[in-house]
């Protein structure tokens, strides 16, 4: 190489990383900012309703920075979605939650086991032709990623002092055909401090009357309504049960399925929600700092 060339490429590299740096800086100053907004500036859990369209994709990160995907939107979209929740440096995310295998929860993720480094699969293994959960399962495959098969209540700390609280199915779907694939949901629970979260895939009223049957505790301070507001979810008991201040619907705005119903909004008004929905004002961000939940 000459000398020329070799000034020439040392040059290009540092300024590729000081733009690198200055990028870094900015996007520390925005996070710090986002925090002080929220009045979070000490150690917190976020989670936030990505703004997919019509589909489930929520991202949560504990305050050291373990980062949770649950499930992944009907496109795409949830490529973006992540780029603005995460820095643009960051190609890893530690777990990835497939509630169950409708393309509107899996479709989004085969792309982002595509381009991103993924820990740990939770799934049920539930039995689905789709071209979408075979690419999925595929990938798996093909990048050795361990999966775990959830088929029974459990927990689970993680860094940052968050509880994963599994809460259903309670018996095993791995590799069985199942007609209802929205009752074969992932329902779990996340606890930080004194708060809690409870995600419910799309879970319809059959199955959260069995939920709650099951003597599983279900009350939350936040609950992401099922089935993106479907009038068969969020059975009035039910959410009687979970008792939450706060609801998070993921919904896109003037869907075919006429999502969320006026029956199931009116349902969360009576039991006193506040609604909060994802085709309404875009992705839905709340903190916790152990005590109380921020929007």
Known sequence: MEIKDYKYKMKHAK????????????????????????????????????????????????????????????????LTQLGDAMPFWDRSIDAVVLTHPHS?????????????DVGKVYMTGVLHTSSDYIEFLKLIQEKNITTQIVDAPFEEGLP?????????????????????????????????????????????IEGEVGL?????????????????????????????????????ISVGQGNDFGHPSERTIKRLERAGMEIKRTDLGGTVI??????NFTF
């Open 212 to 248: 709650i049957m099951s003597g599983q505790d279900v009350a939350a301070d936040v609950l992401k309504i099922g089935h993106h507001g479907s009038e068969y979810s969020s059975d009035e008991g039910f959410l009687l049960a979970v008792g939450a201040k706060n609801a998070v």
């Open 15 to 78: 300024f590729l990383i000081a733009i690198l740096a200055v990028a870094a800086l900015v996007y520390a100053y925005l996070d710090i900012s986002r925090d002080r907004a929220a009045g979070t500036d000490g150690p917190r859990l976020t989670i936030e309703a990505l703004d997919v369209g019509q589909g489930d994709a929520i991202f949560i990160e504990t305050s050291e920075k373990y980062q949770i995907l649950i499930d992944g939107g009907p496109d795409k979209s949830i």
């Open 286 to 291: 709340f903190t916790s700092d152990g005590k």
């Open 160 to 204: 940052g002092g968050v509880r994963l609280e599994v809460l259903f199915p309670k018996e095993s779907f791995s590799g069985q055909r199942v007609e209802n694939l929205n009752d074969t949901s992932i329902v779990f629970a996340v606890r930080y401090g004194e708060t809690r979260a409870l995600f419910t895939g799309d879970l319809g």
């Open 104 to 116: 509107d929860h899996v479709a989004g993720l085969v792309e982002v086991l595509r381009r991103y």
